[in-house]
């Protein structure tokens, strides 16, 4: 019994001397250029304008993040890939049915009203739960936004694709606007496929490309974006970081790296209110000699 007792203590000693060392704490991670983070669902809220220092007048999209959650965890084991589930907007659990609702109580969030899901490298997973702010994003990197274009109905083909319509002038009766000809005689005799004609306008998925972010408003979680943005008011648009910015191009050298995976709260208590991006340059009204 004592043999047995001391050569249990001998395997035991050289386990936990062949154990690995377990360090205290485990180094964050830090953002690369290979980096892919999570996005954002935000809700456009209109458009407005900004004026930089030398008066330039620039017109900007107003988009607010409300609720904005982790709400499920893709990985390679289970799904093929690695990417987040974000989810926007409390809803009431009435308005919900089961299988959702039993999703969400499941990740231990408020049901949401809108769901997408952003492709990220697996140093950029966050936990359920985790919430994305506007400080997620920096002054004066470049985003892209994608949502819903504004549905127009069914149009004709001056107004879906541009076309000239047909002569304004005498002989041409109640044809103004018409398409024309859409075939050939005998050979092929059919119309190809593609073919622009009339047909139902918008109502398509969109992405403006490499908007520049020109401020962003912690209090009311406003991210302010240079140019236009698809869909209506109210419309929930996904913003994630440019994909043709890649590197040092996607952000002033000043404000890299970006936040990684996501914007410490803590942080976000000791920011401004407001965060407005530096446009810098020469006067643009002085002539050039």
């Known amino acids: 019994m004592a043999s047995l007792l001391s050569s249990v203590r001998i395997s035991l000693s050289l386990r936990a001397q062949c154990r690995p060392l377990v360090t205290a704490a485990a180094q964050p991670a830090t953002w690369t250029h290979n980096s ?7 809700r456009k809220k209109g458009m407005t304008a900004m004026w930089d220092e030398w008066g330039v007048r620039i017109p900007v999209t107003v988009l607010q993040i409300e609720d904005c ?27 919900v049915n089961k299988p959702n609702l ?15 899901e952003f492709h990220v490298t697996p140093d950029a997973v966050l936990p359920v ?12 990197q470049y985003v892209d936004c994608s ?58 998925q969109a992405t403006v490309q490499s908007l520049k972010v020109m401020k962003i408003d912690n209090a009311l979680n406003l991210i302010y974006v ?50 407005v991006a530096k446009t810098g340059g020469a006067d643009p009204y002085v002539m050039k000699e």
């Open 36 to 42: 892919l983070r999570a996005g954002v669902i935000a």
């Open 147 to 204: 949502a819903p274009t504004i549905g127009k109905g069914f149009q004709g083909a001056m107004k879906r694709h541009g076309f000239g319509g047909q002569p304004a002038s005498h002989g041409t009766s109640l044809t103004h606007r018409s398409l024309g000809s859409v075939g050939q005689r005998k050979d092929p005799g059919k119309v190809f496929k593609g073919k622009k004609m009339a047909g139902r306008m918008g109502g398509d």
């Open 226 to 275: 240079k140019g236009s943005v698809p869909g209506v008011d109210d419309q929930f648009v996904k913003v994630r970081d440019a994909v043709k910015k890649r590197g040092n191009k996607i952000a002033p050298a000043d404000t890299l790296p970006l936040p990684f995976p996501t914007v410490d709260p803590k942080l976000v208590e000791a920011m401004p209110r407001e965060l």
């Open 102 to 116: 039993g999703h969400f109580q499941k990740a231990g969030v408020e049901p949401k009203r809108k769901l997408f």
């Open 69 to 95: 959650q982790v709400v499920q965890v893709l990985n390679e084991e289970t799904h093929g890939y690695t990417a987040l589930q974000i989810g926007c907007s409390d809803r009431s659990e009435k308005n």
């Open 129 to 140: 739960g985790t919430e994305l702010v506007a400080s997620h994003f920096v002054p004066g």
